[in-house]
Nanobody, 125 residues
């Protein structure tokens, strides 16, 4: 069983930066594709970014491309999302997720097997 715990959310002003982190335990982290999703009130959960097992390949939603960076540290069982040039529309609960079965970055939430509890990110204008 894989456990994921997010941290690092909070309040930022538009144009500012935040980094959210996700700590994984209970499995072999280096064998998982990892993703970040977000969900705003009244909206569906949406893909934000994904990263391959080694960290060598990354994939981003168009809405965050050039502003957000996903990375991972397999020695520490951690995945990160660095968020720069934040906009009010980035306000959401951010979730990390682990895909333990597939062999490429997935963008649909149902393709991920394990989820964290989420961390709130609020961007004020």
């Amino acid at each position: 069983q894989v456990q994921l715990v997010e941290s690092g959310g909070g309040l930022a002003q538009a144009g500012g930066s935040l980094r959210v982190s996700c700590a994984a335990s209970g499995g072999t982290f280096s064998t998982y594709y990892m993703g970040w999703f977000r969900q705003a009130p009244g909206k569906e959960r949406e893909f934000v970014a994904g990263i391959s097992r080694s960290g060598g390949s990354t994939y981003y939603a168009d809405s965050v491309k050039g502003r957000f960076t996903i990375s991972r540290d397999n020695a520490k069982n951690m995945v990160y999302l660095q968020m720069n040039s934040l906009k009010p529309e980035d306000t959401a609960v951010y979730y990390c997720a682990a895909d333990v079965r597939r062999y490429s970055v997935q963008v649909r939430a149902y393709e991920y097997d394990y989820w964290g509890q989420g961390t709130q990110v609020t961007v004020s204008s």
